[in-house]
């Protein structure tokens, strides 16, 4: 017998929003000292503290201004973001899985982009 689950509802995060949500998650469970952190989640709070580079609203400002050009959807446009790509060899990775390929005034027009926030 297979058990399936289906997804409800999907939505996209930048590493600083999940900082920002595990930082919470960590000030309600600090408050119960029986509760111990699990070892999943105290690394995962490590990662984010240590990848996390914008704020939360500079990175939805890169988000929502990456999303105006034509070539970048959404969910490459949260990919850019997280990863912050600084050459055309690291955005053209982020792109690699797509079915097009960008030409080297859309990679400069992103890079352009992603350098104003970091």
């Not at 600090?30 to 580079?53: G, K, M």
């Not at 890169?62 to 050459?87: F, G, H, Q, W």
Request: net charge negative.
């Amino acid at each position: 017998m297979t058990i399936f689950k289906e997804t409800l509802d999907e939505e996209f995060l930048t590493v600083p929003e999940v900082k920002e949500l595990l930082a919470d998650i960590e000030q309600e469970r600090s408050l119960d000292e029986e509760r111990e952190l699990p070892y999943e989640l105290a690394r995962t709070i490590e990662h984010a503290n240590r990848f996390t580079v914008l704020t939360p609203d500079d990175a939805r400002a890169l988000v929502d201004e990456l999303r105006e050009l034509d070539k970048v959807d959404e969910s490459t446009a949260y990919k850019i973001t997280n990863l912050l790509p600084l050459d055309r060899d690291e955005l053209r990775a982020i792109y690699a899985q797509e079915r097009y390929s960008l030409d080297g005034d859309e990679l400069d027009e992103i890079l352009e982009i992603v350098v104003k926030y970091v």
